[in-house]
């Protein structure tokens, strides 16, 4: 079989993506991410649908320019269908269902989760290829699962957030704190020059794999209602250690449930993916655990963290392998499960 080229298109949530993959090589992977949503302290649907509908044609455009391809080339279109916000992911899917009638080439869906996962699999001379089964903890802004995956298309979902994502959390928690969203990169960035032990917050007390941070928030939401009684501007005064110490407490309720999953399975290939997994403290808490619990672990490099089409042409090119195909009745799903 020829190694097809796949055009990948990614519009969720508030990045619109459009990337090309031949095979299992990126060749673009063009990411126009929405500043929109920055004062409203999360994504608002109809802005994001909006924007979704002025970028898509630019973004689609830049990838094959930059991929140095030319359209007549593209052997099948991949979308994803869900999990998202419905009218975002209708540009997505509407656009990908015009393109794929008028190029006369297959339709693949992709299910966002999974895309996170296959990033994995995106061909990468600096990074040794990650083999089956392996457990991946994947934290976004709308999810917070671990995976159990034993094959490309046999994936269990061995627990999941029982209220806010890990993403939502940091977004969440940052507003409190005064900061713009997205919080979570900025929180990254402001804890490198905090204290992480300085203040210390609960975690959730849970049996089984199951998360929870919504108590996380509420408790910084008391805490800082206190403080600030007593002094105004403690906020400000003290906002690199309260960053660095949420961060902790956040990171620190992750690393628990993927070690509780670790010794349940006993699988020992461990990746982290998602837009949380950009997070530095994650990073180096999970290669800990290389030592600790003698796993090996896969990181994603930062540009497949956060949301992109890279991710859904690779799921793209897999499913074209298994000849796993959809036809022009596909639509979004807000709530598609893996
Ligand atoms: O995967 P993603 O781009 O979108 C969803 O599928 O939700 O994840 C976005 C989430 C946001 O909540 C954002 O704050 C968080 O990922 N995020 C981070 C970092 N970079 C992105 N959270 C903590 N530290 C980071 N460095
Ligand atoms: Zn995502």
């Given at each position: 079989m020829k190694t097809p080229i796949i055009l990948g298109i990614e519009s969720s949530?508030?990045?619109?993506?459009?990337?090309?993959?031949?095979?299992?090589?990126?060749?673009?992977?063009?990411?126009?991410t929405q500043k929109v949503h920055e004062n409203y302290g999360g994504v608002v649907p109809e802005l994001a649908s909006r924007a979704h509908q002025q970028n898509i044609v630019p973004v689609v455009h830049q990838a094959i320019y930059k991929a140095n391809i030319s359209k007549k080339q593209i052997d099948a279109i991949a979308f994803t269908k869900g999990p998202g916000l419905v009218g975002s992911l209708l540009v997505g899917t509407s656009f990908a269902k015009s393109l794929s009638m008028s190029l006369d080439v297959p339709l693949i869906e992709v299910n966002h989760m999974q895309g996170h996962i296959f990033a994995h699999f995106i061909e990468d001379a600096n990074r040794s290829p990650i083999t089956f089964p392996f457990l991946c903890l994947t934290v976004s802004g709308g999810h917070t699962q671990i995976v159990q995956v034993n094959n490309y298309f046999d994936m269990i979902i061995l627990g999941e957030t029982l209220d806010d994502a890990a993403g939502e959390a940091f977004d969440k928690i940052g507003k409190l704190l005064g900061l713009n969203y997205p919080a979570g990169p900025l929180l990254d960035k402001i804890s490198q020059e905090g204290n992480e032990n300085k203040y210390s917050f609960p975690l959730p007390k849970?049996?089984?794999?199951?998360?929870?941070?919504?108590?996380?928030?509420?408790s910084v939401l008391y805490f800082l209602q206190k403080e600030i009684k007593k002094n105004s501007n403690f906020i400000n005064e003290n906002l690199n250690d309260l960053c660095a110490s949420v961060q902790k407490t956040i990171i620190k309720a992750l690393i628990k449930k993927l070690k509780e999953a670790i010794h349940l399975t006993g699988i020992k290939n461990i990746a982290i993916a998602g837009g949380v997994s950009a997070n530095?403290?994650?990073?180096?808490?999970v290669l800990k655990l290389k030592?600790?619990?003698?796993?090996?672990?896969?990181?994603?490099?930062?540009?497949?963290?956060?949301?992109?089409?890279?991710?859904?042409?690779?799921?793209?090119?897999?499913?074209?392998?298994?000849?796993?195909f959809t036809d022009?009745?596909?639509?979004?799903?807000a709530r598609y499960k893996i």
């Open positions: 949530c508030d990045d619109t993506s459009a990337a090309i993959i031949h095979g299992r090589k990126i060749l673009s992977n063009i990411v126009a849970l049996n089984g794999i199951k998360f929870s941070f919504s108590g996380i928030k509420t530095s403290k994650l990073r180096t808490e030592e600790s619990d003698h796993c090996k672990i896969f990181i994603p490099k930062l540009e497949y963290t956060t949301d992109n089409a890279a991710m859904i042409a690779i799921v793209g090119s897999i499913k074209f392998e298994h000849q796993k022009l009745s596909a639509s979004a799903n």
